[in-house]
């Protein structure tokens, strides 16, 4: 009688490998597992491997398990674990993955399989390359400019990994920049100014010393003069729109796509505009006014556009959203994925491939209802 008729091992059997070590870091803490302890966890538990006690961290957030010959991030929390913008519940790790908790750019938990140690990971690894990007040794000037580039990124909700994708520069070129590490390119300065609204050479003005245009000092304009100014300004900008939409073609027409299209995008920048001067200025009706009138011309034009032949995923999203009732952080709920990969569909930005499956599943739903 063989083994398997009495349950007895097959020694001729090979046993399945084990997954190598784990290495963990996140929060300053560093923890290295071997798969024999079992699973690790991350939450706000006193009692959890690796503890925190951030608020919107649920008390067992994420679960480290090895599984077969590999680990498993399990999420087990309230606000989700992500990995490239996109919500999982589960993912397999890889060596030097990242994946962030709580929100698409949240508290980053970095992950090494194997040999690897926190010690040999370099931010800059991977796309670095000589056209974006020439090493310098760290001088105040670069630290300072850095710093004043990743302030104005993140107060126009700007991600890393978002630049690198729309070619502007790549993530690990940028975070050494932002460390003061690295001085980028001349090129990659101006198109870095281009997406942060800022003037020409104004980053290389910081570094020699001048203040960003975005420091309070040099905000000499009150607000109750600027106001007024920039409400103006809108209201005169929505008139050329209010033109260039009276002279759409029909929307049948082959050219309407492209001419309206163009107009949605001019929108966009309009909206920005005024929904920073808005910001920043509580308790200037004029503005808002203002930029409910930009809201409201980008919406009318956006359902117009979107029932067209060629409209897009992004745009269908949008109409979609409106005929449900669906705010934007609603369909990032439903979707998965973060605000801003909503809106970066919707503005027909390119999105990662999970991402984009995430948006196209999200929409066949809404389509159907």
Wanted: charged share 25%.
């Amino acid at each position: 009688m063989d083994s398997a008729a009495t349950g007895a091992a097959n020694p001729d059997r090979p046993t399945p490998p084990a997954p190598p070590k784990l290495t963990v870091r996140c929060g300053g803490q560093i923890r290295s597992a071997d798969p024999a302890d079992g699973e690790l966890t991350i939450g706000r538990d006193p009692a959890s491997s690796i503890h925190f006690n951030f608020s919107w961290m649920s008390r067992t957030h994420v679960r480290l398990r090895p599984e077969g010959a590999t680990w498993v991030a399990i999420d087990s929390s309230r606000n989700g674990m992500f990995v490239d913008g996109v919500r999982h519940e589960s993912v397999p790790i890889a060596d030097r993955m990242t994946i962030k908790l709580g929100d698409a750019d949240g508290f980053a938990v970095d992950l090494f399989v194997g040999d690897d140690t926190p010690d040999d990971f370099d931010d800059d690894a991977g796309d670095r390359s000589e056209e974006t990007t020439s090493v310098e040794p760290v001088d105040p000037g670069i630290a300072r400019a850095g710093a004043a580039v990743a302030a104005r990124r993140r107060e126009l909700e700007l991600t890393q990994r978002g630049l690198a994708r729309d070619k502007i520069i790549n993530a690990g070129a940028l975070i050494a920049f932002e460390k003061g590490r690295s001085w980028p390119h001349e090129s990659t300065r101006t198109k870095l100014e281009q997406i942060l609204q800022w003037p020409p050479g104004t980053i290389s003005g910081i570094r020699q010393g001048a203040p960003a245009p975005d420091d309070e000092a040099t905000q000499v304009i009150s607000t109750s003069v600027a106001s007024p100014l920039i409400a103006q300004t809108i209201q005169l900008a929505l008139k050329s729109v209010d033109t260039a939409i009276e002279a759409l073609p029909d929307p049948a027409a082959p050219e309407y796509y492209a001419a309206a299209t163009g107009i949605l995008a001019d929108l966009r920048n309009l909206r920005a505009v005024a929904t920073e001067a808005a910001r920043n200025a509580p308790g200037a009706p004029a503005l808002v006014i203002a930029l409910g009138g930009v809201r409201r011309r980008y919406d009318d034009l956006m359902l117009k556009v979107a029932a067209t032949p060629k409209a897009s995923v992004g745009q269908r999203l949008f109409a979609a959203r409106h005929r449900t009732n669906l705010t934007e952080e609603d369909a990032a709920l439903a979707a998965g994925l973060s605000v801003n990969l909503i809106e970066a569909a919707e503005a027909d930005q390119p999105l990662p491939p999970l991402a984009e499956s995430a948006v196209a599943a999200l929409l066949a739903e809404l389509e159907a209802t």
